[in-house]
Nanobody
Framework: VQLQASGGGLVQAGGSLRPSCAAS????????MGWFRQAPGKGREFIAA????????FYSDSVKGRFTISREAAKNTMYLQMNSLKLEDTAVYFC???????????????????????WGQGTLVTVSS
């Protein structure tokens, strides 16, 4: 069972990137999934999550309106469209899956990394001025 994050890179401030998270070993189509990031010298920060049904999405205030989380069940893949990137978005981005989230789980639940059972290895996003 594996989550593989990719698609990070170097981008100028104001630019866009679209990291993806490919799952293998089992289907994650019924899991809640999320993105977290960790900047140098800082703790892991919640960025975005999508519910088990895919009907609800949740975002941190720091990325709301700029980032969009989505999933493609047929490809067992999740994406994070990142627009209007800022210097402070520089971090390693991790994807994660939670097969146990209840259908009414909200932002406070999904923002807790302890609820996620599966983690990808991270992809580095560097935003330059």
């Amino acid at each position: 069972v594996q989550l593989q994050a990719s698609g990070g890179g170097l981008v100028q401030a104001g630019g866009s990137l679209r990291p993806s998270c490919a799952a293998s070993g089992r289907s994650f189509s019924r899991d809640a999934m999320g993105w977290f990031r960790q900047a140098p010298g800082k703790g892991r920060e919640f960025i975005a999550a999508v519910s088990r049904t895919g009907r609800s999405t949740f975002y941190s205030d720091s990325v709301k309106g700029r980032f969009t989380i989505s999933r493609e069940a047929a490809k067992n893949t999740m994406y994070l469209q990142m627009n209007s990137l800022k210097l402070e978005d520089t971090a390693v981005y991790f994807c994660a899956a939670d097969p146990n989230a209840i259908l009414t789980a909200g932002l406070s639940y999904f923002s807790n990394p302890e609820h996620y059972d599966y983690w990808g290895q991270g992809t580095l996003v560097t935003v330059s001025s």
